[in-house]
């Protein structure tokens, strides 16, 4: 079975500044997706960012990257430019053969002036 | 576009009886919905997977007959807490896909919003 961690219960930055939020994951499938998904107060799912495994490029979305390490099944987000409206619980999930999304725990991030 | 909804938000319900909660897909057709539960600052925990117009997929520990799931349309899936106890009290979030081409390369769901259900 697949299994995400996310070893950060709670990270703080401040604004402006640059966080990384940690992902490891294990798998024995060469197929997969990984995925980075904000859940703020409103509970409200939000895609952040997504990246296929056969790609080695990491993948970037505006202020937000990733540091995908596939043979260290690593996945690390980093948010530059930090902003308030950035302070959520963010999830890493992973998707492979079975199509089903596994999560991790959650790192609550906040953000300060 | 890929809009998910929940009805409703929120329900607050008396022990023993039972809840219904919908999920529907309001622009495109999802071939796939998924039920999970999360607790307070806990993660999701998927419950069961639904194709439409087969029966549901529960994992492990799920008890298929307290939470009832139809996927009876192609934009529509829903599921029942029967006898609802506290123990219930939860949040449920439905996600959809479209294997017909958004999000579909990338097996991405598209989630609800959510409803929170209480037990009294």
């Known amino acids: 079975a697949q299994t995400v961690t996310q070893s950060q219960p709670e990270m703080s930055v401040q604004e402006a500044e640059t966080v990384t939020l940690s992902c490891t994951y294990d798998?024995?499938?060469?197929?997969?997706?990984l995925f980075w998904y904000k859940q703020p107060p409103s509970r409200q799912m939000i895609l952040v960012i997504r990246?296929?495994?056969?790609?080695?490029q990491n993948a970037t979305e505006n202020r937000f990257s990733v540091n995908f390490q596939k043979a260290a099944k690593s996945f690390s987000l980093k948010i530059s430019d930090s902003q308030l409206g950035d302070a959520a619980m963010y999830f890493c999930a992973y998707t492979g053969t079975a199509s089903k999304l596994t999560f991790g725990t959650g790192t609550r991030l906040q953000v300060t002036l | 576009g890929a809009v998910v909804s929940q009805h409703p938000s929120w329900v607050i319900c008396k022990s023993g009886t039972s809840v219904k909660i919908e999920c529907r897909s309001l622009?495109?057709?999802?071939?796939?919905m998924f039920w999970y539960r999360q607790f307070p600052k806990q993660s999701l925990m998927l419950m069961a997977t639904s194709n439409e117009g087969s029966k549901a997929t529960y994992e492990q520990g799920v008890e298929k007959d307290k939470f009832l799931i139809n996927h009876a349309s192609l934009t529509l899936s829903t599921l029942t807490v029967t006898s609802a106890h506290p123990e219930d009290s939860s949040f449920y979030i439905c996600?959809?896909?479209?294997?017909?081409?958004?999000?579909?390369?990338?097996?991405?769901?598209?989630f609800g919003p959510g409803t929170r259900l209480t037990v009294l």
């Open positions: 798998t024995s499938e060469s197929d997969y997706y």
């Open positions: 622009d495109f057709q999802a071939t796939t």
């Open positions: 996600s959809a896909r479209d294997f017909s081409g958004r999000g579909g390369s990338y097996n991405e769901q598209f």
């Open positions: 990246q296929e495994a056969y790609k080695q």
